[in-house]
Structures are given as structure tokens and as C-alpha cells.
């Protein structure tokens, strides 16, 4: 069975890691290419845009895929989208691995918005020391607020000629520490966290030390998913893949 697992998560690269130890499957990732020095998953890794829903039903046949796996971030919606469409028209099985999105708990301050547009605008008011954590491709929607001081985390720098809101670039990858955010938001006087509801436990600890410190956090929700057959972890994506097996797909 060959399976074309979409990635660029953690949960990706485990599920691959998991996958490829599976006697009768053959996983392929793909990743789209977006991170410079991207942690690679083990086994065999193609990286970049497919074209499109035609480019990746042309993919499908073209390498006999059996199974599409889509692991991507929950907040990748065009290529989710792509991957329901492409798997109909090539008339192929499709699980979407999405982890669970983070649950509001006694004690968060957040202040629940559906886009980063929206949450630009309630910074507006409301702010003066933001820690901005949406990742560098969604920099843009923030540059207009100049009277605002960010500091901006995400792996790779924004391109030379990014719209960049005023403040700091901080260039780093999680897993992140609950001592070390606690650090960063105490250091910069930080009174508002803005942070996409993405979920697992590698940038937690940021919604932790807010809530410790008593710190807004301004969590951008996730947009719709595709309908589809759906889990939450790798556990039970490998389960999904075994019964394909066992019931020739
Ligand atoms: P997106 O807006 O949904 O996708 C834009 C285009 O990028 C897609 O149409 C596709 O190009 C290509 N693409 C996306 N994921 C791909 C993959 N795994 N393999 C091959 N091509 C892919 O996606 P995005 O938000 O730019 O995210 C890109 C990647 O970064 C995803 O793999 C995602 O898991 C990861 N990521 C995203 C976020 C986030 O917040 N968006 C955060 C962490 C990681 P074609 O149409 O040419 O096929």
C-alpha cells in the first residue's frame, strides 16, 4: 500500500517515522518547501506545491497512491482543501490527522477572534507590548500598528521585502519551556500574547505562562476543516491505515 502522507507538523513526522516501520507500506511526505532547514521525517520526503488540486490528482495517479493521509497544520486550509478534492477525483481513501485545539481552563484570559485581521483590530485598543507568535507569513496584518511594540517569533526570518510590524525578530522552533516563555514575557514587558489556536503541546507552555502571569492571549480560532474521516493522533491514524490494510482498503 503507498500512502502520501501531507506534512509539515510534528504529528507528521511521527506518523511517518511510525508508518515506515509497517511492512507493506510505502509512505511518502510531502512538505511544502516553506521552512528553510526543515526537520525532515524519515523515509522518503518530496518538498513543494503540487500545482494545485490537477497538479495533485496527477501525483496520485501518476505514483499509484493508495491512501491519503492529510497531516498538515490545522491552520494549512488551502491545501487541506485541495487533498479532499484530489483524493474524490482520483477516487482514493482520505484521513485528516488533526490534533485537538487547546481548551480555554480557569484562569486564561483569552479573547477569542476568527482571523488575524480581527485580531490586529482588538489590539488596536488595547495594547502596547505584544508577543506575536502567528508565524512570519502572517506578519502583514499586524504592520499597520505602529504604536504598538512586537516581538515576533518564528523559525525562519520574514523575506527582506515582508510588510513587518515594529519591534523584534526572534528566530527560534519549539518544543518551547514553561520557564523559558515565562522569561521572555517578564523580560519584554509583554501585556498581550496574540497566538493561532494551533494546539499540542510544543507551544503550550506560552498559553501556561500567560495564564501564570495573568497575561492576555488574543488566540486566533481555526478555520473549517474539509468534511471527512478525521482523528486526533498518530495512534489512531496508524490504527486507520491498519484496518485499510486488512480490509484491502
Ligand atoms: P496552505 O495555505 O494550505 O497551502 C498553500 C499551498 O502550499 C498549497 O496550495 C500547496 O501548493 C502548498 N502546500 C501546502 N502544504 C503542502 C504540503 N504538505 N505538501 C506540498 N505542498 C503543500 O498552507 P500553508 O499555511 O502555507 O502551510 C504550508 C505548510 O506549512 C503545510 O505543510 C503546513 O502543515 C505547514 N505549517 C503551516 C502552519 C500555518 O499556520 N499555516 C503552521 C505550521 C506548519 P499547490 O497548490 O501548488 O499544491
Not at 495594547?127 to 499597520?144: D, H, I
Request: hydrophobic share 45%.
Amino acid at each position: 500500500m503507498r500512502v502520501l502522507i501531507l506534512g509539515g507538523t510534528g504529528d507528521a513526522a511521527e506518523l511517518m517515522a511510525r508508518v515506515s516501520n509497517i511492512t507493506g507500506i510505502e509512505a511518502i511526505a510531502s512538505l511544502a518547501g516553506r521552512t528553510r532547514k526543515p526537520t525532515l521525517p524519515s523515509g522518503k520526503v518530496r518538498v513543494g506545491g503540487f500545482g494545485g488540486v490537477s497538479g495533485l490528482v496527477e501525483y496520485l495517479r501518476q505514483l499509484q497512491v493508495d491512501v491519503l493521509i492529510d497531516a498538515t497544520h490545522p491552520f494549512a486550509q488551502q491545501i487541506s482543501e485541495n487533498a479532499a478534492r484530489a483524493a474524490q477525483e482520483a477516487s482514493i481513501p482520505r484521513l485528516m490527522l488533526i490534533r485537538r485545539p487547546w481548551e480555554r481552563v480557569s484562569g486564561d484570559r483569552w479573547l477569542e477572534v476568527e482571523s488575524n485581521i480581527a485580531a490586529a483590530s482588538v489590539l488596536e485598543n488595547q495594547a502596547k507590548r505584544v508577543f506575536l507568535t502567528v508565524g512570519r507569513q502572517e506578519l502583514s496584518a499586524f504592520a499597520y500598528l505602529q504604536n504598538i511594540w512586537f516581538l515576533m517569533r518564528m523559525i525562519d526570518p520574514p523575506d527582506a521585502d515582508a510588510l513587518v510590524p515594529p519591534g523584534m525578530i526572534l528566530c527560534d522552533r519549539g518544543p518551547f519551556a514553561l520557564e523559558d516563555e515565562k522569561q521572555i514575557l517578564i523580560q519584554h514587558n509583554i501585556d498581550t500574547i496574540v497566538s493561532k489556536n494551533s494546539g499540542g503541546d510544543a507551544t503550550y507552555p506560552k498559553i501556561i505562562a500567560a495564564r501564570e502571569l495573568g497575561i492576555q492571549v488574543v488566540m486566533v480560532n481555526r478555520p473549517a476543516v474539509p468534511p471527512g474521516e478525521q482523528v486526533a493522533d498518530v495512534d489512531s491514524a496508524v490504527k486507520w491505515l491498519l484496518e485499510k490494510i486488512v480490509n484491502g482498503q
